[in-house]
């Protein structure tokens, strides 16, 4: 029903600033909570931000202050404004959506979403 597709990963040095966006097709989405996670070598795969129909954003403590997630429902697209990056956030970055209103540590949990992208690689060199 949806497809989603990240892109505006690279590599940047520490303290830099990265752009992600996520454009969705087969359906609108504004109807629907949206979130990032990423996940490093070796390590699980892990819930970054997310955001709801209704604007409402969460964070994970990591990057509370850092990154701001966002979006553009007349465009079908979800953004992560990554500043003052860290070696720590190297990781592949997916985008993931779900027909649902969230509340708790449900923002948190991978299998609560329905649909995710293939995923953007961010490498921050120290």
């Known amino acids: 029903q949806v497809q989603l597709v990240e892109s505006g990963g690279g590599l940047v040095q520490a303290g830099g600033s990265l752009r992600l966006s996520c454009a969705a097709s087969?359906?609108?989405?504004?109807?629907?909570?949206m979130g990032w996670f990423r996940q490093a070598p070796g390590k699980e795969r892990e819930f970054v931000a997310g955001?709801?129909?209704?604007?409402?954003?969460v964070y994970v403590d990591s990057v509370k202050g850092r990154f701001t997630i966002s979006r553009d429902n007349a465009k079908n697209t979800l953004y992560l404004q990554m500043n003052n990056l860290k070696p720590g956030d190297t990781a592949l970055y997916y985008c993931a959506a779900a027909p649902k209103v969230f509340s708790g540590s449900s923002w948190y949990l991978g299998s609560e979403y329905d649909y995710w992208g293939q995923g953007t690689q961010v490498t921050v060199s120290s």
């Open positions: 087969g359906r609108t989405t504004s109807s629907y909570a």
């Open positions: 955001i709801g129909w209704s604007g409402r954003t």
